[in-house]
Structures are given as C-alpha cells and as structure tokens.
C-alpha cells in the first residue's frame, strides 16, 4: 500500500548525488482504512507511523488506535484551513464571537496530544518508552539466562 515520492520530494544526503528515501514494505504496512486514500497527508502518515514503528506497533492491537490518530491529523489540518488563522467571526447579531472551530480545534489537538503519548510519538513518550523496553529486554535476559542454566543442570543431571 506504500507509494514511493517523486524524485524531487526525496530526502537528500550527501553530495546531493544520491537519494535516499525510506518506504516501508508492504509486509509491514498494513492496509489503510479507506477513507485514508482520500487524504494525502493522511496515506503518507499511515505509512510513516507503520515504518516508523515497526517492531513495536502490531497491526492486530495498534491498527485502531493508529486508524484514529491519522484520522485527527486530518481533521486538525482541515480545521486549520478552514480557520485561516481567524480567531473571530461575526455572530448571528453581527456582534464578534470566537469562532465555533476554534474549541472543537482546541479540544481535537488535546485528544491528539493525548494519543500522541499513548503512542510514543513524543520525545518524553519515547524516552519512557525506551525506558519499558529496555527493562523489558533485561528482564528477557535474564529470563533466558535462567532458562539456560535450567536447560545446563537438567543435561548435566542425565
């Protein structure tokens, strides 16, 4: 489901001769909601967050939640075009009122942070994340070293 970038949306490193550009496969991007290939934005950070998080996001337990945040980018990006930076608009009585996007704006972009944590996606989340994954890794360590010695007694004992 992953489409590569044209030549000139491409990360370049180096000498500028060669382009390097990161697409995940398909074996590990899983198909998108519909509604995704209607969004540009949205089918590029379907595939970002995939490739992104692969070895950690499992499409069986992540899919929705992944779904949802994708979902609340695009809103908020619609949001923010639709607001065109005007905090104001002219009431029913033609008095000046905050306009009615602004809090559901507001309170999306809340959820979005919120998810966001959830998810990872924010330098604190990571670092905790890392944190949970590297005890998660010791605790694996040291669960097969145990194993092993188990496995070492036992053959010894025969």
Request: a negative charge.
């Amino acid at each position: 489901m992953s489409r590569a970038k044209p030549a000139d949306q491409r990360l370049r490193h180096g000498d500028g001769n060669k382009v390097v550009e990161l697409v995940p496969s398909d074996a590990n991007v899983p198909d998108a909601p519909p509604w995704i290939a209607d969004s540009e934005l949205a089918a590029e950070l379907w595939d970002t967050l995939w490739f992104v998080g692969d070895g950690f996001f499992d499409p069986a337990l992540h899919y929705q939640t992944i779904a949802r945040y994708v979902e609340m980018v695009d809103e908020v990006n619609d949001m923010r075009d639709a607001l065109q930076g005007k905090r104001l608009t002219k009431g029913s009585q033609g008095q000046w009122v905050t306009h009615p996007l602004r809090k559901d704006f507001r309170e999306t972009r809340a959820d979005l942070t919120r998810l966001e944590k959830e998810l990872g996606l924010t330098p604190e989340a990571t670092l905790r994340l890392g944190l949970v994954l590297a005890r998660k890794r010791e605790a694996d360590s040291l669960r097969d070293g145990v194993q092993a010695e188990i496995v070492e007694v036992t053959d010894d004992d025969s």
